[in-house]
């Protein structure tokens, strides 16, 4: 069954760390991922999808497809990167967009 | 324009009301998206207009009944919703219902259920 997996509920690092959300999936089409941010009291918005191959607010990830992974990093965390980040799938075969669980980072000073 | 309008931003109705959550775009997305999110956890998807046609129906109670008058426009009818159905509604939008390229999303309507 097709799935997003984001193993830690809370990721907690100092300010300057890297970071690194982790993100799995189960589909058996091809896959397009993506990364949603929210920051607090905010909307729900795009970060970053893979077909785009881009580096937005220093962020970026790379698509596994041997591993299944969508890992989200940041070489250098910042404060105001503190925010809920949702990985997300879009499968072609349904035309359907679902999120993992979520991944709470907060970044301390 | 490349937001998402979602009104009200705030509902609390009863359980015998009827009442309507409106969400607007104009962007020219050809796609429009209702989520439901519950606290602490993820936006789940409720239902899917491709071309201002219904197309996914994630088996949602009759209680929810969306609406989508034109390609700018979706509503979703509320009535005679449970307490467990507060929640924020999200809309989103896309550019078509065919591909993914990324949805935009409004900023949402927490509905209470009294």
């Known amino acids: 069954a097709q799935r997003v997996t984001q193993p830690e509920k809370l990721l907690s690092v100092f300010k300057g760390a890297p970071v690194e959300l982790k993100c799995n999936y189960s589909?058996?089409?091809?896959?397009?991922l993506f990364w949603y941010v929210q920051y607090s009291r905010q909307r729900l918005q795009l970060l970053l999808r893979h077909i785009s191959r881009e580096s937005i607010k220093g962020f970026t990830a790379d698509l596994n497809k041997g591993e299944t992974s969508f890992h989200l990093k940041k070489p250098f965390a910042q404060e105001e990167d503190s925010a809920m980040y949702y990985c997300?799938?879009?499968?072609?075969?349904?035309?359907?967009?679902?999120f993992g669980s979520g991944t709470r980072l907060l970044v301390r000073p | 324009d490349t937001e998402v309008t979602q009104t009200p931003k705030h509902l609390v109705m009863g359980m015998t009301n009827k009442k309507s959550l409106k969400c607007e775009q104009h962007m020219g997305h050809r796609a429009m998206y209702w989520y439901k999110q519950k606290a602490k956890k993820p936006p789940e998807l409720m239902f899917v207009y491709s071309y201002e046609k219904l197309s996914i129906n994630e088996s949602v109670p009759s209680r929810f009944s969306p609406e989508c008058p034109n390609s700018s426009l979706l509503n979703l009818h509320l009535h005679a919703l449970q307490p467990e159905d507060s929640a924020l509604y999200l809309c989103?939008?896309?550019?078509?219902?065919?591909?993914?390229?990324?949805?935009?999303f409004g900023s949402g309507t927490r509905l209470t259920v009294v």
């Open positions: 997300a799938l879009w499968m072609d075969s349904s035309y359907k967009l679902i």
């Open positions: 989103a939008s896309s550019r078509t219902g065919t591909g993914g390229g990324g949805y935009t």
């Open positions: 589909y058996s089409g091809s896959p397009e």
